[in-house]
């Protein structure tokens, strides 16, 4: 048995003899198909595929891109705010790597 096993049955999320027990069963237990699977990727496209037919169909970019009453000046106070978390996220980085020698790692 896995220590992950181990510790769901002492916090009470999952049965030991498979589903019997009077504790409370963990919803978040994986046991039908994996999230790659064909269906789940079939399903996410069908779902993109429909999301841009609606905007398509409803003539948002077209609205976005050309019309005249469209105020831009959002579009571009957004796309300044990026530029400049990215500078400073960038910055931080140098600092970090370069100053205190310590490697930057995205791990969750």
Request: proline residues 5%; charged residues 20%; positive net charge.
């Amino acid at each position: 048995m896995d220590p992950e096993q181990q510790q769901s049955e002492r916090v009470g999320l999952v049965s030991g003899d498979g589903g019997d027990s009077s504790g409370p069963q963990n919803p978040y237990k994986q046991t039908s198909m994996s999230p790659n699977h064909p269906f789940y990727q079939i399903k996410r496209s069908a779902i993109v595929g429909a999301s841009l037919y609606g905007l398509h169909y409803m003539k948002v970019y077209h609205t976005i891109l050309r019309h005249s009453k469209f105020d831009h000046v959002w579009f571009k106070i957004g796309l300044a705010c990026c530029v400049a978390l990215l500078a400073l996220k960038s910055y931080v980085e140098l600092y970090q790597g370069k100053t205190k020698k310590i490697k930057v790692r995205y791990e969750n």
